[in-house]
């Protein structure tokens, strides 16, 4: 399966939030779409399978993995330590993508990956284009000397309002560094990664 690479607020609207970012649209029809989307007749309960389907890809969805990506990395949280849920998100957090955008150097998880690829990002002082790669503690995460001035990233930062516990950000250098693993309580993501595991135990 490609990338999902359609409209953004149609796909928000399936799941009932913002999973894209914030969208003044979806703030608009804040129903699921298509011709009934809007209709007060009750609908059918979902059954615990579908619900646990509709967690997982809300989780793919929100931080733009592929299919087999996305069930790669939950292998990966299932043979690490601890609770396997929480270490899901954990990862899909220490994705350098991820890390790019909850810096605010780009507005969406899209544009940071777009950065990425673009090679205007350095990890540790080198040059990178591979959004998935997975950061550790002390990781060092830059815009590039040539890539400082790119109206784009200024923008995004300017209006960056919320900071991470886990991330430490110099807005003039454009430079931050991942200090470790947020907690689960501390990641903002409406995901109950339990029906994700539960899924995948089937």
């Known amino acids: 399966m490609a990338r999902y690479t ?9 799941f009932g939030e913002p999973i894209f970012g914030y969208d003044k649209y979806f703030e608009k029809k804040k129903y699921p779409p298509g011709q009934h989307g809007n209709s007060k007749k009750r609908r059918r309960n979902q059954s615990e399978y579908a619900l646990q389907l509709k ?38 957090e220490g ?11 780009a507005p969406t998880r899209r544009a940071a990956r777009q950065l990425v690829t673009h090679r205007h990002i350095e990890l540790n002082g080198v ?42 950000f110099n807005p003039k250098e454009l430079q931050g560094t991942f200090t470790q693993f947020p907690a689960r309580e501390d990641i903002p993501e409406k995901i109950n990664e339990q029906l994700i595991v539960e899924l995948y135990s089937k």
């Not at 994705?95 to 150097?105: A, E």
């Open 6 to 14: 359609g409209p953004t607020t149609k796909k928000s609207r399936s």
């Open 55 to 92: 967690e997982k890809q809300k989780a793919k969805f929100t931080y733009g993995l592929l299919e087999r990506q996305f069930a790669n990395l939950f292998d990966k949280a299932n043979r690490k330590q601890g609770i396997t849920g929480e270490n899901l998100l954990q990862m899909l």
């Open 95 to 105: 994705r350098l993508d991820n890390t790019v955008f909850r810096m605010g150097l």
């Open 127 to 168: 040059l990178t284009n591979i959004p998935s790669a997975m950061l550790r503690a002390g990781d060092v995460i830059s815009v590039r000397e040539k890539s400082k001035d790119m109206s784009c990233i200024l923008d995004s930062v300017a209006s960056a309002g919320k900071n991470f516990g886990w991330l430490e």
